[in-house]
């Protein structure tokens, strides 16, 4: 295995703004490969994953007895989440609760889709409403840190209090939406994929950054999710549609025909800044585009073809007069002038790195969760 110059998978279209990507002697390169020999091998999504699936919901139903509902399940609008609650109620026969967090950026396509699927499936709903105050110090302590890991504010929040209110409901499984279908390439560190909530980093940044501290925010560090929620309490995380067959039209198509759910442009467009800052501010402002994450998943498990990716790369996903009003809108709910954060974005990238951390410690968990067995994606 060798490291090259600029080049691009010749299999799915990862290519080498991922700094540490490997491509064999063939040109593949190491998400390819895992996925033919880690991820492919042990997936299945025949009867074998359909009798997995009914043996889990048969033990969340017995483990669920005498509650009001025997799972939780976060809920964005997106597609993911919204066919995870779909699996749930209707094959696997359980009594989910819907938990959604407001963290301010929900689109009115994501809210409309939420209604859809809590109304469709006759399934309740909470939903947590973030701090707006803090939620917009912490997000402009993160834009002003320089750093391209732009979401990890929102999805702190999302997983905090997800557990916290599993915990406080006395639920001990939590479905996820999570799947190799369409996420079996991860996007790499370096595009802003860090690693889960690290209280040690998102406190430096807020000391450094920030003008309110986190006083409400429901932050938890991801050791102690990790440790004290699943493996002192219990909770456990299922992902369902990683034991059936889920291909991505199929599955927007089906929520579409039986409740009227509407799919996005692109992953993650029911977010407004995730929209923003994955279309907008990480390729022009560090030249990641997380798109090739995302279509490389889909090559993989055949759902698209590596020359329509290569085509879709080649310009944006939105327009560009779309994405000067959005830089506008972004600016203007943040409080800020265009001007200022346009010097934000002109100034000088840094990483993570330049910021107290606890990486190391989460890196090597995620090596032991790949070495058991638990976690089959490329994770650096």
């Not at 390169?29 to 919901?57: M, V």
């Not at 409309?112 to 917009?136: A, F, H, P, Q, R």
């Not at 585009?289 to 995302?294: I, M, N, P």
Request: aromatic residues 14%; charged residues 25%.
């Amino acid at each position: 295995m060798v490291k090259n110059s600029y080049k691009v998978c010749k299999q799915c279209i990862m290519d080498s703004s991922d700094p540490n990507i490997i491509f064999d002697q063939r040109g593949m390169c190491d998400y390819c490969n895992n996925f033919e020999s880690n991820i492919f091998p042990s997936w299945h999504t025949n009867e074998i994953g359909y009798r997995q699936l009914k043996l889990l919901a048969n033990k969340i139903r017995y483990q669920g007895e005498g509650k009001e509902f025997d799972c939780i399940i976060g809920i964005s609008g997106g597609l993911d989440s919204s066919y995870a609650a779909y699996i749930a109620k209707e094959i696997m026969g359980l009594r989910p609760l819907l938990f959604h967090v407001d963290a301010g950026w929900n689109t009115v396509q994501a809210v409309s889709n939420i209604e859809k699927i809590v109304d469709g499936l006759g399934l309740d709903l909470y939903t947590e409403v973030i701090n707006w105050d803090e939620m917009k110090d912490l997000q402009l302590a993160f834009l002003r840190s320089q750093i391209p890991d732009q979401d990890l504010p929102q999805d702190s929040a999302f997983f905090s209090s997800l557990y916290r209110f599993a915990y406080k409901m006395k639920i001990k499984t939590i479905i996820t939406g999570s799947n190799y279908s369409t996420e079996c390439c991860r996007e790499p560190e370096e595009w802003g994929g860090y690693l889960g909530v690290d209280k040690t980093l998102i406190n430096d940044i807020t000391k450094k950054f920030g003008q309110y501290g986190l006083k409400t925010l429901p932050l938890i560090d991801i050791l102690t999710y990790k440790i004290f929620y699943q493996r002192i309490i219990g909770i456990k995380v299922i992902a369902p549609l990683n034991m059936i067959p889920f291909i991505k039209k199929d599955a927007e198509n089906e929520l579409e025909r039986l409740f009227g759910w509407e799919k996005f442009q692109h992953k993650h467009h029911e977010s407004r800044f995730t929209r923003f800052y994955e279309d907008y501010w990480l390729p022009k402002k560090f030249g990641f585009d997380k798109r090739r994450a995302h279509f490389s998943s889909l090559i993989l498990t055949k759902q698209m073809t590596r020359e329509a990716a290569m085509v879709r790369v080649k310009s944006p996903e939105m327009s560009e007069i779309f994405l000067q009003h959005e830089f506008e809108y972004i600016a203007n709910k943040l409080d800020l002038t265009v001007d200022e954060l346009r010097v934000i974005f002109n100034g000088k990238n840094k990483t993570y790195k330049e910021y107290k951390n606890k990486r190391w410690l989460i890196n090597f968990g995620a090596h032991l969760l790949r070495l058991f067995g638990s976690e089959k994606r490329l994770f650096r």
